[in-house]
């Protein structure tokens, strides 16, 4: 080793940071304020109250009214054509003859003749 | 723990909440530690690891390295070193130290710290740091060749 490196060495050695009470202080200060806070909120509470925690809280309640809104909207969709379709389907009558016992062709040729006047 | 973290960021208040965080850290797993062996290297690993996760975070150090005293700042002191030539100041020596020893790459400043201003040795080292003892040597080597290379000719004026 040379004269220039233990000069330099020795210097490096010699710069120093002499003892301060204060970042110790400051670390005693925080750990008092944690254990006073977790004193006064319960361990859910504090859960809870973490961002992550509040993201999937959130997330979960989209969802749930997502699928409730679905499964509602599903379910009315399902009954309402036998709804609307009933009273087209009872003025049809299953021979389309509107309910009136009068069979479709003749329902026309009816219309066209003349009423005999008969009395019966 | 406040040598390294003024030696590493330069900056007072940055290393005292450097230290700061640590001693928090110490204390929630200290009570995994058993006994003294290893206490000062995990220590000192803590202290390292968050100077740098602070030091790649700080885009720029405020102040012109010129205008402040590279000891004085961070908020460290100059020893007189016995033997010490009085032909040479020694003060200004140090300063150019200092300011040599900032500019290095964080690794090799760190090694250079932890070996000459803590004394460590380099099993000590190679625990603080988490590497080989081959990095840690080739670290000190690569850190006191280019100090030494930038601190020729400064001790010429007299």
Redesign the interface.
Known sequence: MTR??R??????????????P???A??LA??AERDARAQLEPAWVRWLSRPAALAAAGALLVVSVSASLWIVRDTSDAAAPSLSADPIAGLLGEDGSLGLGVPGSDASGAALRPDSGEVR | ???L???MMRDRAQ??DV??EA??RV?DKGGSIRGDRGLRTWVLRIVANLCRDQLRRRKFVAGRADELSP?EHP???????EG?DDALD?RR??EA??RE?ARLPHDQREA??MR??L?LSHEEMMEALAVPIGTVKSRLARG?AT??SR?EGI?DAR
């Open positions: 220039d490196d000069r330099l060495e020795r210097t490096l050695a010699a710069v120093h940071a002499a003892a301060d204060a970042p110790l400051r670390a925080r750990l | 723990m406040l040598t973290a003024r030696s290393a005292e230290v700061t001693l928090l204390h000891i908020g460290l002191m100059l020893r007189p070193v010490w020694q020596y140090a130290v200092e020893l250079m710290v000459h201003r004394g006191l100090l030494r601190l001790d």
